[in-house]
């Protein structure tokens, strides 16, 4: 399969659950990242990771847990969430931070939570 | 800091008329890129076009071209003729030097009634 995989599409939990949502690409990347996207608001850039190691936290709450194991997966650990955090969660990817800005990203599809 | 602004959250047009989504952003650099994406109903952001700082020469593919203004920090995006194929949310973003990653708009949900 190629491009990004996200999984599960669609997720519902309460606020005192964990659940984790996961990010595969299979293009060969080294850079992956984690987007927010929000009725109405920018999509908001969470994390960024290269060569497996985070490179920015973009002042994300401690409930959002990431983790990279490998340059091909990426998971987003979520715990006692709020009402608030239920919004669209894209991964996406690039060759390398550098080739990222220059030339963009492939995203995933996003999964849809929803907190409850 | 950077910023990409889209002022526009909506916008409804009958297939087959123009439609023009704007996209203003800030940045200190003079080196910068800027690009447009696509969001289908399936959900994932579909790579349009990129525009580095230094090429104003606007662009044109298709049904779909761009207008990049230095001048005024501005970088919109026309659909000739649209389709019902065009409903999507659009996103403008910038990468420059302020950031690790790109900055995103908020995005233009455009629908095109038949």
């Known amino acids: 399969e190629t491009g990004v995989t996200q999984t599960p599409r669609h997720l519902v939990m309460g606020m005192t659950n964990k659940k984790s949502l996961k990010c595969e690409q299979h293009?060969?990347?080294?850079?992956m990242y984690w987007y927010k996207q929000s009725a109405k608001k920018p999509l908001e850039l969470m994390f960024v990771?290269?060569?497996?190691?985070?490179?920015e936290n973009n002042s994300v709450p401690s409930r959002f847990s990431p983790e990279c194991p490998n340059s091909s997966h990426l998971f987003l650990h979520l715990h006692t969430l709020q009402p608030e955090d239920s919004a669209l969660y894209l991964c996406?990817?690039?060759?390398?931070?550098?080739?990222?800005?220059?030339?963009?990203?492939?995203f995933g599809s996003g999964t849809r939570l929803t907190v409850v | 800091a950077q910023k990409v602004t889209q002022a526009q959250t909506e916008i409804s047009v009958v297939e087959k008329e123009d439609v023009t989504l704007d996209c203003v952003y800030e940045?200190?650099?003079?080196?910068?890129?800027l690009f447009w994406y696509k969001q289908p109903p399936s959900g994932e952001l579909v790579f349009l076009i990129r525009?580095?700082?230094?090429?104003?020469q606007n662009e044109i593919s298709g049904r779909y071209s761009w207008n990049f203004q230095k001048s005024t920090s501005s970088f919109n995006f026309t659909i000739t003729a649209s389709q019902v194929v065009d409903s999507a949310v659009y996103f403008c973003?910038?990468?420059?030097?302020?950031?690790?990653?790109?900055?995103f708009g908020s995005g233009t949900r455009l629908q095109v009634q038949p």
């Open positions: 996406a990817s690039s060759q390398d931070l550098m080739t990222g800005k220059v030339y963009g990203y492939t």
């Open positions: 293009l060969g990347h080294n850079a």
């Open positions: 990771y290269s060569l497996e190691e985070r490179v």
């Open positions: 940045t200190r650099d003079t080196t910068y890129y």
């Open positions: 525009r580095n700082s230094f090429d104003e």
């Open positions: 973003a910038l990468s420059d030097t302020g950031r690790r990653a790109l900055t």
